[in-house]
């Protein structure tokens, strides 16, 4: 049963709120980071990403940018932009995407959840991307971005959620990007003992995103009860920040492909493979959205293609039935040499966020092949994760982005 508990939040100044949140640090490269924080003295992305604030000489993995972000973090606390609460609470985090509304409780998750698998995965981590937000969760003594879990919806929860969005937020605001962003706190007794029951009636919750994050805060919390074996398990390290939405509010985007070429194939060569593999559309100009799963479209040369799988192909097996899986078991691998999509260079891929423009625009600059997958479905992340298995990389798309320094969640 799930251990979901509220805590002592350290959250910006209500009027602060708008300018210090930042969107997550892993959605920049260093270059990215820098112009991002650019004339934003009090964006949290300058502690995320603290390697902003040294010339490029400076490694972005050197000790004195994790110090650095320490300092920033704790003399934004001293100097007030942030308040400490005085109790432990939960909070609600509504995000607003084009109009579609999602909301999620703020709280603190368990390592032991994580550990016995109470909390599933459905993709798996590399230890240099962990072994970063170790050492900038361990040095800043803190957790600055929270993990976006997923669970099955809860009358229970979203009764306490409907009831508390009446009152009046703690902040509301729209970022830059359009995002509409509010947050209520939960701090009726009542209510707090409501959702806490709830969730440890809950067996299974699922990470969404963030999963290098979830791991990194896990091994943190691991060192600090070797650094304490006198711990309790009451102790704030043995939590991690997450922010946790039920399963039908959820929008999964398609994740795309691009390959930069056709394994020595013309294009005509290529088009009478997909045709012996797939039923392929006629050619047309306008771009071609797949509607269905089991579905995908292609852009070649000037041309869209509506493209259906055939039904030999298809699979009852939660990874193997994956859409994503089907092409690259049968498209990618067998025809343009694609064995491994984490590490082959001639493959990249596009978040649908992008759009089937930036498809296009990809096909005429450095590739020469465009695929548009259907989006995985929160249904099928579930059964993935449920079957114990992993997803192929680049499966799944989540938007809106959780913002970092709305909730800090200190560990001692």
């Given amino acids: 049963m799930a251990d979901i508990r509220p805590f002592l939040c350290i959250r910006p100044r209500e009027d602060e709120a708008a300018e210090i949140a930042a969107l997550p640090y892993d959605v920049y490269n260093r270059e990215e980071a820098k112009k991002a924080v650019e004339g934003h003295d009090k964006s949290f992305l300058r502690i995320d990403r603290a390697e902003t604030q040294f010339d490029d000489s400076v490694d972005t993995y050197a000790p004195e940018v994790y110090k650095k972000a320490h300092d920033m973090l704790w003399d934004m606390v001293a100097e007030c932009d942030f308040v400490k609460e005085e109790k432990p609470c939960y909070y609600i985090y509504e995000l607003t995407m084009d109009g579609r509304v999602q909301t999620g409780i703020t709280a603190c998750a368990s390592i032991d959840d994580y550990q016995n698998q109470v909390i599933k995965k459905h993709e798996n981590t590399r230890a240099d991307k962990e072994q970063d937000r170790i050492n900038h969760v361990n040095i800043c003594d803190a957790q600055t971005g929270p993990i976006f879990l997923a669970y099955r919806s809860n009358d229970v929860i979203n009764a306490v959620v409907e009831k508390v969005k009446k009152t009046a937020p703690l902040y509301d605001f729209v970022a830059e990007d359009g995002i509409g962003h509010r947050v209520y706190r939960i701090a009726e007794a009542e209510d707090i003992a409501a959702i806490e029951e709830a969730f440890a009636k809950i067996k299974e919750i699922y990470i969404a995103d963030g999963h290098h994050r979830a791991a990194s805060a896990v091994k943190v919390g691991l060192m600090r009860r070797a650094e304490h074996p ?42 009478g493979k997909m045709n012996d593999l797939f039923e392929v559309g006629t050619p047309q100009k306008e771009a071609v959205h797949p509607t269905e799963k089991g579905s995908f479209s292609m852009y070649l040369g000037d041309n869209w293609y509506a493209c259906r799988m055939k039904e030999a192909d298809l699979s009852s097996d939660p990874v193997d039935g994956l859409d994503v899986s089907i092409l690259q078991n049968v498209l990618l691998h067998q025809v343009l040499g694609i064995e491994d999509p984490k590490t082959d260079k001639r493959i990249d891929f596009v978040g649908g966020i992008r759009g089937l423009e930036e498809l296009e625009r990809r096909v005429h600059s450095d590739c020469k092949v465009a695929f548009a997958m259907y ?4 249904g099928e992340l579930f059964a993935v994760a449920d079957a114990g298995r992993l997803m192929p990389p680049k499966s799944t798309w989540f938007e809106p982005k959780l913002r970092s320094g709305l909730f800090i969640h200190a560990l001692s």
């Fill in 230 to 271: 006198d711990y309790d398990g009451t102790e704030e390290f043995n939590y991690f920040l997450s922010v946790l939405f039920p399963d039908d509010q959820l929008m999964i985007m398609d994740y795309n492909r691009v390959v930069k070429d056709l394994n020595g194939m013309t294009e005509e060569e290529f088009l």
């Fill in 375 to 378: 989006p995985t479905s929160i």
